[in-house]
């Protein structure tokens, strides 16, 4: 097992090159919270409590789980641009890489199963800090990059109770290795130039527990993440390589609770929007007090209209949204960050619709530069492709 | 079953991969953190006296025999004598020694003297390598001078001619295969006001890529003998030239041929820190760095020592010594002459000319820091032990005080935390 999430992480690190640049703020413990598992979702400002899987497959509550029809399974990346800012600099990067993979089941009329490996959080910066910087009367330039993040592989199980009541609760295994890097060139020959290296296996668990309840045009959702055991194996390589300290270290990760709703406006649009709050300030981080952190996303979803010899782009899915979220670490001065974005999707049912491709496109900013001293300028594009198979399904079903 | 994830995955990667190639990082990052980043810590810290958890100075010596130089006379505090055994070959069976001398080669003088009286005496006694020490040797083993030369410091490669007495020789050729009669000599001084160096008898040349005795240089006694040949009727002369033997208790791969003899009259005390050459005193120190974080790196670390002139030996304010600093893997129960082990040289000498010792001493604080249970400690060394003049006399004295901890050692560290790692 434990060579599998280490192959599964190393295909995460391989597949996600970390270019010059990146989010500063990424440097934070845990790195930037990236949870997209549902590009649906993405489009419509990341909501997606009270949204059941359809042609996706939706994870975030539990019990949205339930409403795959067939055996699907799903695949999604992104890239990413990022300018930072700092009013003076700029600096643009970009970068590509795998989010998300998923497989669902359902089993029976009421129940669905389902798998995934998702990408929690990246960290993923490059950086020289300013040459002014001087120790004991010696200038010495300094070099900061990170990398990795931490993934979930999630087991998740939904069940309808009844036409009003969903729920849905999973389990899931955080893991991930995130290395930074401190690379302090001196001025002086007599001093020795280092590169410290630290590298932390990150592991622990979180249970998840989730419901559905939906009355007439409404769906009302909510769930609550359980953290548990996390800890890390931690290990501090300077220059002198054969001289590498190892410790473990016990930590804390968030618990979390989102609610959400929708309302389906006719047969043609459907509005929701979720709000999630994490204990953020109870997690561990590198050398800051965290806050707590609230996220509020709101999108509409525009149907695929019904009927026959429908043209092309009256089959698609089209979704509008927004989302603003405080960041939960603190930087310079004390000051915490926020991002805020707009975001745009498209679904495009195929292979008579037992398929779908999916894209968001998610466009905002992260800090500024009056309160952070840094601004990121993010355009983040997303696909994801959901395969569907009739497996599993007594002969009447498939006939359906 | 209609199959469809291969070509679905493989679609997206190669997708991905497209992105990847064609949309790569435009601009070199710098000056751009703003204070977002973290950066470890960069700190400074000191390790003074009152971390020291052991400190010894010891010559680390057993025995002098078996070296190329000998040592005789007294100067400060130092006392040396001479202990020699010259083997009596068969060839001089029945020869008449009509005369002989002792011939010594000058390799330095130390001290400001000009005169000794070299004193010379039969050893009555048994001896081997274990007897090479002071008071080894008592008067009761020793008969009385029998040969006294006055010498004056004599300069390098010059030959010092002391003539000897033929009826000692005459009898160790009549008793040559009785030992007993032949016990060796003891070279001692009186009114001695500066030592004398020699070359050994187990000084090598080497020539023609071959390497031989130094018989040019080496301590020999010279034996001007006549014998008479029946056959020819007629007296035969000849010279036949002597070298120390090797002293019991040493083989030949040990060396040997001799040793001197030595005191200070002074010595060091173990409550002191020495470095010294020719009498190879070296100075023990081990630092308690577990203030110091474990996952440190060291960009620089350097030891700082103060000599205390009041217990230096030849050697003035503004002379140059180069130390060395070696790390021990030597518990500190056995810092003891001829026991200590110790790692490779650190990159790290330094004059001591203004003095102050500024010695660099980087890896070794490392090694200590990251495996606490690896620290013996170090041990500084005069880098001519180990190079050019191994038997340069003179002494260093450092100071050692607990209530002044900036004139004591003390170690200045400067090194790196990553980011988060407290």
């Given at each position: 097992m434990k060579t599998i999430l280490s192959l599964m992480s190393i295909l995460f690190l391989a597949l996600s090159p970390i270019l010059a640049g990146g989010s500063s703020y990424s440097s934070s413990k845990y790195g930037l919270w990236e949870y997209k598992p549902n590009t649906r979702a993405l489009g419509m400002g990341g909501s997606s409590i009270a949204w059941p899987s359809n042609a996706t497959i939706n994870l975030q509550n539990p019990a949205a789980l339930y409403g795959v029809s067939m055996t699907r399974y799903e695949m999604n990346f992104y890239f990413e641009g990022n300018e930072a800012s700092t009013g003076g600099i700029q600096r643009y990067s970009d970068r590509t890489t795998i989010n998300h993979m998923a497989f669902a089941i359902p089993i029976g009329k009421n129940f669905a199963t389902a798998i995934n490996l998702s990408r929690l959080t990246a960290v993923g910066y490059e950086y020289s800090l300013p040459s002014t910087s001087a120790h004991d009367g010696l200038a010495y330039t300094q070099r900061l990059s990170g990398e990795g993040g931490v993934q979930q592989l999630g087991f998740t199980n939904a069940y309808r109770i009844n036409s009003d009541w969903t729920v849905g609760f999973s389990v899931q295994y955080i893991f991930g290795t995130i290395k930074r890097f401190w690379e302090l060139k001196w001025s002086t020959d007599q001093y020795l130039n280092t590169n410290d290296r630290f590298e932390e296996n990150i592991h622990g668990s979180r249970y998840v527990g989730g419901a559905i309840f939906q009355k007439d045009a409404f769906r009302y959702g909510a769930y609550y993440a359980i953290s548990s055991g996390f800890g890390s194996d931690n290990r501090v390589v300077g220059v002198y390589g054969d001289t590498g300290v190892a410790f473990t270290k016990s930590l804390q990760f968030p618990n979390e609770i989102g609610f959400g709703a929708t309302y389906a406006i006719g047969s043609k649009y459907t509005v929701g929007g979720d709000l999630i709050y994490s204990t953020w300030g109870e997690a561990s981080e590198l050398t800051t007090k965290n806050r707590d952190t609230w996220r509020l996303s709101s999108g509409v979803e525009m149907q695929p209209a019904q009927g026959l010899n429908l043209k092309w782009f009256q089959k698609n899915s089209y979704r509008i949204g927004a989302y603003y979220q405080t960041l939960y670490v603190g930087h310079s001065g004390g000051n915490y960050a926020n991002e805020y974005f707009g975001t745009l999707g498209i679904g495009i049912p195929f292979n008579k619709g037992k398929n779908s491709l999916d894209v968001a496109f998610e466009f905002g900013q992260r800090g500024n530069i009056a309160t952070n001293n840094v601004r990121d300028r993010v355009y983040r594009l997303t696909f994801s492709v959901t395969g569907g198979e009739k497996w599993f399904l007594n002969r009447q079903k498939r006939k359906d | 079953m209609k199959l469809s994830f291969p070509p679905v995955f493989f679609v997206n990667f190669c997708f991905m991969i497209f992105l990847g190639v064609n949309f790569g990082c435009s601009d070199d990052p710098d000056d751009i953190n703003g204070g977002v980043i973290?950066?470890?810590?960069?700190?400074?810290?000191?390790?003074?006296?009152?971390?020291?958890?052991?400190?010894?100075?010891?010559?680390?010596?057993?025995?002098?025999?078996?070296?190329?130089?000998?040592?005789?006379?007294?100067?400060?505090?130092?006392?040396?004598?001479?202990?020699?055994?010259?083997?009596?070959?068969?060839?001089?069976?029945?020869?008449?020694?009509?005369?002989?001398?002792?011939?010594?080669?000058?390799?330095?003088?130390?001290?400001?003297?000009?005169?000794?009286?070299?004193e010379i005496q039969s050893i009555q006694k048994f001896w081997s390598i274990d007897d090479l020490l002071w008071d080894r040797l008592s008067t009761s083993d020793l008969s009385a001078p029998f040969n006294q030369t006055a010498i004056t410091p004599t300069n390098k490669d010059q030959n010092l001619i002391v003539p000897f007495n033929r009826d000692t020789i005459q009898k160790w050729i009549v008793g040559r295969t009785e030992t007993v009669q032949n016990r060796g000599i003891l070279l001692g001084f009186s009114n001695a006001t500066f030592i004398q160096q020699f070359y050994s008898g187990r000084n090598l040349t080497v020539s023609g890529g071959l390497t031989t005795f130094d018989t040019l240089h080496n301590t020999s006694l010279v034996v001007n003998w006549e014998r008479y040949d029946r056959e020819k009727n007629e007296f035969e002369s000849k010279t036949t030239y002597l070298i120390p033997e090797t002293v019991i208790g040493l083989n030949d791969n040990d060396g040997g041929y001799g040793g001197y003899i030595y005191r200070d009259r002074s010595p060091q005390s173990m409550n002191t820190l020495t470095v010294g050459g020719g009498l190879p005193y070296h100075a023990l120190l081990k630092f308690d760095v577990s203030k110091l974080p474990s996952a440190l790196t060291v960009s620089f670390a350097e030891m700082l020592m103060t000599i205390d002139q009041s217990g230096n030996y030849l050697r003035n304010s503004g002379d140059t010594n180069v130390i060395e600093a070696y790390v021990l893997d030597t518990d500190t129960a056995n810092w003891l002459p001829s026991k200590l082990v110790r790692g490779p040289l650190s990159n790290s000498f330094d004059s001591v000319h203004d003095d102050t010792l500024k010695i660099q001493i980087s890896s070794i604080v490392q090694s200590w820091a990251s495996r606490p249970s690896n620290n013996f400690g170090l041990v500084l060394e005069d880098h001519f032990e180990h190079s050019s003049n191994p038997f340069q006399l003179y002494r260093l004295k450092f100071n050692y005080d607990p209530v002044d901890r900036e004139r004591s050692p003390k170690i200045i560290i400067h090194y790196t935390i990553p980011p988060g790692v407290q």
């Open positions: - | 973290n950066t470890g810590q960069l700190k400074t810290d000191t390790l003074y006296v009152s971390d020291i958890k052991n400190y010894r100075s010891i010559l680390d010596s057993v025995t002098t025999g078996g070296g190329t130089r000998y040592y005789l006379g007294s100067s400060g505090t130092y006392d040396f004598k001479i202990a020699l055994r010259f083997g009596i070959p068969e060839s001089l069976d029945s020869v008449i020694v009509k005369s002989a001398y002792l011939r010594m080669v000058s390799a330095a003088t130390y001290g400001a003297g000009t005169s000794m009286n070299l």
